[in-house]
C-alpha cells in the first residue's frame, strides 16, 4: 500500500525507517502524547496498520491503527518529526489515510485520543473531519502532571461529503 500526497507519500516501514523512529520517540513532545508505542512502529502482521509518512525523500513521522475488533473500534496514533510539523504534512496524511482505511474497514470505527496538554493535536482532529465523542476529566497520569483525556471519532460521512463537495 502506498497513497500518494502533494508532499510525499504513506507506506509501510520499512527498517531504514528505524533511526528516525528512535530519533522522534526520544523527542519529548512525542513521547508525553504517545498512547501506544506499537502505533509508532512497523505492523508485525500480513496487512500493515501502521504506516511511515514520507515527504522530500526523508521518513517525518508516522501514523497507524491499533485494531480492536471486538468492539469495531480502530485506534488512530499520529506522531511528526519536530522541524515538519506546522507544514500540513499531517493533516493531508491523516485525511488521506482516514479515507483509505475507512473504505478498506467500513465497519470499523477510527477513534483517536488525545491529552488535554495537546491542543495541537485536538484542533488538528477537528481540521480533517473528527469530532470529539467523550471528555474525561483528570484521566491522564504522566509523571507529575495529571490532565484530561478526549475522545474523537472520524466522522466518514461528512468526510464523503467533504470529498465531493457536497454538504
Known sequence: MKI?????????????DLS???RCLRQERVRKN???????????SQTPSHFALVANSQTVGGVGFDLD????????????DEP??????????LRALCGWFQSQHPHL??????YGWNP????????????????????????DEVTDL??????????????????
Open 4 to 16: 500518494e500526497l502533494p508532499f510525499g507519500f504513506i507506506r509501510p516501514w520499512e527498517g531504514k
Open 109 to 114: 470505527i477510527i477513534q483517536s485520543t488525545v
Open 150 to 167: 478526549l475522545i474523537y471519532e472520524w466522522d466518514s460521512i461528512s468526510q464523503t461529503h467533504w470529498k465531493t463537495g457536497v454538504k
Open 20 to 22: 528516525v523512529l528512535l
Open 84 to 93: 515538519f510539523t506546522g507544514q500540513g504534512i499531517m493533516s493531508a496524511s
Open 120 to 143: 495541537i493535536s485536538q484542533k488538528l482532529l477537528e481540521k480533517v473531519g473528527f469530532t470529539q465523542v467523550a471528555y474525561l476529566p483528570k484521566a491522564i497520569h504522566y509523571s
Open 34 to 44: 504517545l498512547r501506544s508505542p506499537s502505533t509508532y512502529s512497523p505492523s508485525p
Open 69 to 80: 475488533l471486538p468492539h469495531s473500534r480502530a485506534h488512530l496514533g499520529f506522531w511528526i
